[in-house]
């Protein structure tokens, strides 16, 4: 009797979606067209967010008019553009970020090694001058700012110079 027994047919209501699939398993899946940052994926040559979860709507992609117009203009120009999520786009340091940083680090040494308060920054000759003369000078923020931000940084660099000089 237990060849007659009949059993259920399986739930249609499941979701068709991938569960556990990443970015990175559809980029290794469909090769070099797609790439992945910051945990979204990318159509290379046409710069747009794909769904990484449906197989069937990156291959549609892949199929599409649009798609193929877009590859073949991509391989024209041999340049490689990706798109860049805006959170890795703020979190890059430009070198005119770390020459800002920089300058403003050796203003506050000159001032704390040559006994000038910091306030005298805020004075609009100095200023003048700074933005006139100094390269990054307008850069240079208030004295209740670089109290706080910079201050700090060097009261510790030179802490640290004194320390390694005693031993």
Excluded at 44 to 49: E, G, K, L
Excluded at 92 to 102: D, G, L, R
Excluded at 123 to 143: C, D, E, W
Aim: hydrophobic share 30%; net charge positive; glycine share 4%.
């Amino acid at each position: 009797m237990e060849r007659f027994v009949v059993t259920a047919p399986p739930a249609r209501n499941r979701s068709k979606t991938a569960l556990y699939v990443t970015p990175l398993d559809r980029v290794t899946e469909f090769g070099g067209e797609l790439h992945e940052d910051g945990g979204k994926l990318f159509c290379t040559s046409c710069n747009v967010v794909l769904n990484h979860v449906r197989k069937s709507a990156i291959s549609d992609h892949l199929k599409s008019k649009t798609h193929t117009k877009r590859k073949a203009e991509f391989e024209e120009q041999n340049v490689r553009k990706k798109q860049r999520p805006l959170t890795a786009s703020l979190q890059c340091n430009s070198t005119a970020q770390t020459e800002k940083v920089s300058v403003i680090q050796d203003f506050v040494k000159m001032c704390l090694e040559a006994n000038i308060p910091l306030e005298k920054a805020d004075h609009p000759a100095v200023r003048a001058f700074l933005t006139r003369h100094v390269k990054n000078g307008g850069a240079i923020p208030k004295s209740d700012q670089l109290r706080r931000a910079y201050l700090p940084d060097g009261y510790e660099n030179e802490n640290q110079l004194l320390n390694s000089q005693d031993c």
